[in-house]
């Protein structure tokens, strides 16, 4: 019998981080250190206090049911959470949770968009994006992000042919890879050219904690008109260190959270209820350790782009988010090029920005998930090496 699978899979390679993976692998049987700043899992402590309300939820029997739907309570915490951390009123049936922010944008274009329609999607761009327009057969369209422009995208640029059939458009910020953040006035162009071009705005909010130099990290929907437009994604998993957990919520425009509901009654049972608990535990608990989480990455970001400047290399410091984003040395051409070559010498891994994008070529992505000791370390290594002379 000969087995044929949906030509769909053909859209999806692991291309690049395959490779890396592999080249990973191949150095670790040296027995060499590593740095290795190529995955975005936080290696702090998930607060005690959210671990307890979890333990306590699971011996309860009456736990490990199917859930369906999120508990009132959890809908009340995001809300009153919005209210006190953002100062944006949403009412508990513009509130869903999702898998992770990662299922959640991947689901989100089969409840938006059919075949035939156009996705403004970010390029660089996290490649769940894509997915998320391919899942529904749509059309995705790039819209470009250029350092000169601050990775802010220029609105006027797109087509008006593209417009017309575009159904909704993906923002981030701040914005993983490129570590950009964006001024009130963006997100104000932003609602009036969605409201121009009857286009659905969708923002993924999952750094709003880790941003830099007294930034403040909001909400899209905290400026007037955005729950017209669209909704946002809202992560626990950076914040709180809940990765794993998967505990993420879409709020805003109720017919955009109920046609979530809707989907993802279809192919899901709901959260698991202990996680529910834990979600809870984290939404109405101190936030003092999130702020002071914020200033580590911080110092991380000094560590790493300082760093790397001091020794000749001219990284920007990253505004936000758990990462820093670096145009890669002149005499290398080739992002995937020079990450293979880094690892050898150095044994430093990090992420291409072509894994991103046509636009992210000639860039690479540190995650911060090294304490500043060992970053200062890696900087040493890597001056040693000579890779940048």
């Given at each position: 019998?000969?087995?044929?699978?949906?030509?769909?899979?053909?859209?999806?390679?692991?291309?690049?981080?395959?490779?890396?993976?592999?080249?990973?692998?191949?150095?670790?049987?040296?027995?060499?250190?590593?740095?290795?700043?190529?995955?975005?899992?936080?290696?702090?402590?998930?607060?005690?206090?959210?671990?307890?309300?979890?333990?306590?939820?699971?011996?309860?029997?009456?736990?490990?049911?199917?859930?369906?739907?999120?508990?009132?309570?959890?809908?009340?915490?995001?809300?009153?959470?919005?209210?006190?951390?953002?100062?944006?009123?949403?009412?508990?049936?513009?509130?869903?949770?999702?898998?992770?922010?990662?299922?959640?944008?991947?689901?989100?274009?089969?409840?938006?968009?059919?075949?035939?329609?156009?996705?403004?999607?970010?390029?660089?761009?996290?490649?769940?994006?894509?997915?998320?327009?391919?899942?529904?057969?749509?059309?995705?369209?790039?819209?470009?992000?250029?350092?000169?422009?601050?990775?802010?995208?220029?609105?006027?640029?797109?087509?008006?042919?593209?417009?017309?059939?575009?159904?909704?458009?993906?923002?981030?910020?701040?914005?993983?890879?490129?570590?950009?953040?964006?001024?009130?006035?963006?997100?104000?162009?932003?609602?009036?050219?969605?409201?121009?071009?009857?286009?659905?705005?969708?923002?993924?909010?999952?750094?709003?904690?880790?941003?830099?130099?007294?930034?403040?990290?909001?909400?899209?929907?905290?400026?007037?008109?955005?729950?017209?437009?669209?909704?946002?994604?809202?992560?626990?998993?950076?914040?709180?260190?809940?990765?794993?957990?998967?505990?993420?919520?879409?709020?805003?425009?109720?017919?955009?959270?109920?046609?979530?509901?809707?989907?993802?009654?279809?192919?899901?049972?709901?959260?698991?209820?202990?996680?529910?608990?834990?979600?809870?535990?984290?939404?109405?608990?101190?936030?003092?350790?999130v702020k002071e989480q914020c200033k580590k990455y911080e110092a991380r970001r000094t560590a790493l782009c300082g760093g790397l400047r001091s020794i000749?290399?001219?990284?920007?410091?990253?505004?936000?988010?758990?990462?820093?984003?670096?145009?890669?040395?002149?005499?290398?051409?080739?992002?995937?090029?020079?990450?293979?070559?880094?690892?050898?010498?150095?044994?430093?891994?990090?992420?291409?920005?072509?894994?991103?994008?046509?636009?992210?070529?000639?860039?690479?992505?540190?995650?911060?998930?090294?304490?500043?000791?060992?970053?200062?370390?890696?900087?040493?290594?890597?001056?040693?090496?000579?890779?940048?002379?």
């Open positions: 019998m000969e087995i044929t699978l949906s030509k769909r899979l053909d859209q999806f390679q692991t291309g690049i981080f395959a490779a890396l993976n592999e080249k990973k692998e191949e150095y670790m049987k040296t027995g060499k250190k590593m740095y290795n700043l190529f995955v975005g899992t936080p290696d702090f402590e998930v607060p005690s206090h959210i671990k307890e309300a979890l333990i306590e939820a699971a011996k309860d029997p009456e736990n490990f049911h199917y859930s369906l739907k999120d508990i009132p309570e959890l809908t009340k915490a995001v809300k009153d959470y919005y209210s006190s951390r953002y100062g944006v009123t949403v009412d508990e049936s513009e509130i869903t949770s999702v898998n992770g922010s990662q299922e959640g944008v991947a689901h989100l274009g089969m409840a938006l968009a059919d075949p035939g329609d156009i996705v403004l999607l970010p390029n660089p761009g996290y490649p769940v994006f894509e997915v998320s327009a391919l899942f529904a057969s749509a059309t995705p369209y790039f819209y470009e992000l250029r350092e000169e422009n601050n990775f802010l995208p220029k609105l006027d640029e797109i087509p008006a042919d593209v417009l017309e059939k575009a159904k909704y458009m993906i923002i981030s910020y701040p914005y993983n890879p490129v570590c950009a953040v964006a001024p009130a006035e963006f997100y104000e162009e932003v609602i009036a050219f969605a409201k121009a071009n009857n286009i659905i705005v969708i923002h993924d909010n999952a750094y709003s904690d880790i941003i830099y130099d007294d930034v403040y990290g909001g909400s899209f929907l905290s400026y007037p008109g955005a729950k017209e437009v669209g909704a946002e994604f809202f992560s626990l998993s950076k914040s709180f260190n809940l990765t794993g957990a998967r505990v993420s919520f879409i709020v805003g425009n109720k017919k955009i959270v109920d046609a979530m509901k809707l989907l993802r009654s279809q192919y899901d049972f709901g959260m698991f209820i202990p996680v529910q608990h834990a979600a809870i535990a984290a939404l109405t608990g101190p936030l003092d350790g000749g290399w001219n990284v920007s410091d990253s505004k936000g988010t758990m990462f820093a984003w670096a145009k890669i040395p002149e005499k290398f051409t080739s992002s995937k090029d020079f990450c293979m070559e880094l690892l050898e010498k150095t044994g430093v891994l990090c992420t291409p920005g072509s894994a991103f994008g046509t636009m992210g070529e000639g860039y690479v992505r540190f995650a911060l998930v090294l304490p500043v000791e060992e970053i200062n370390e890696m900087v040493q290594v890597i001056d040693n090496s000579g890779i940048l002379k």
